[in-house]
T-cell receptor
Framework: NAGVTQTPKFHILKIGQSMTLQCTQDMNHNYMYWYRQDPGMGLKLIYYSVGAGITDKGEVPNGYNVSRSTTEDFPLRLELAAPSQTSVYFC????????????FGAGTRLSVL | AQSVTQPDIHITVSEGASLELRCNYSYGATPYLFWYVQSPGQGLQLLLKYFSGDTLVQGIKGFEAEFKRSQSSFNLRKPSVHWSDAAEYFCAVVSTDSWGKLQFGAGTQVVVTP
């Protein structure tokens, strides 16, 4: 009964480095999402995908990239990390549509120093 | 512009007391409405949702929410708070004519005192 699994849970990155945050879901959901959470700001959508091979930008996509080669996996790539990307990142998935119950992973806490 | 507002950033409540968290939205039509809870160090968990019908909806952990169209509100309530209810609570909405993009409020941090 894994649901949405994110790795790693914590990471410290140096400025200019790159890394990939992993997200896997086992619910056969079509839609997947990446959010970032900053104190007092709620969650902001970075990228989303409505199915394998289809991705689109959310509210705050700059500095990030995604791919969706399978239904299960939706990795988030940070290129040339900056301190402004210090945040908690959440992956979520949902079956489809506007009646959109999203299931969230436990998050990745990332610090860029 | 579409928006979701949670007016209270932080609420302190005594264990056993009642709790009400406010949520207001600004959308052209009645959106779908959700409340999520985030316990410390955890992801978000759905408490309850409103799509249509009865304006008083029941959720998990003894929570309920009331949709008031005239006030564009979807306030969350619990009659008697337990220490385990200490968490951050997020109201979220999605437009009924969208693909399903959730818009979150800024969250309300709830502290429960003995």
């Amino acid at each position: 009964n894994a649901g949405v699994t994110q790795t790693p849970k914590f990471h410290i990155l140096k400025i200019g480095q790159s890394m990939t945050l992993q997200c896997t879901q086992d619910m056969n959901h079509n839609y997947m999402y990446w959010y970032r959470q900053d104190p007092g700001m709620g969650l902001k959508l970075i990228y989303y995908s409505v199915g394998a091979g289809i991705t689109d930008k959310g509210e705050v996509p700059n500095g990030y990239n995604v791919s969706r080669s399978t239904t299960e996996d939706f990795p988030l790539r940070l290129e040339l990390a900056a301190p402004s990307q210090t945040s908690v990142y959440f992956c979520a998935s949902s079956y489809t549509g506007a009646k959109n119950i999203q299931y969230f992973g436990a998050g990745t806490r990332l610090s860029v120093l | 512009a579409q928006s979701v507002t949670q007016p209270d950033i932080h609420i302190t409540v005594s264990e056993g007391a009642s709790l009400e968290l406010r949520c207001n939205y600004s959308y052209g039509a009645t959106p779908y409405l959700f409340w999520y809870v985030q316990s410390p160090g955890q992801g978000l968990q759905l408490l309850l949702k409103y799509f249509s019908g009865d304006t008083l909806v029941q959720g998990i952990k003894g929570f309920e929410a009331e949709f008031k169209r005239s006030q564009s509100s979807f306030n969350l309530r619990k009659p008697s708070v337990h220490w385990s209810d200490a968490a951050e609570y997020f109201c979220a909405v999605v437009s009924t004519d969208s693909w399903g993009k959730l818009q979150f409020g800024a969250g309300t941090q709830v502290v429960v005192t003995p």
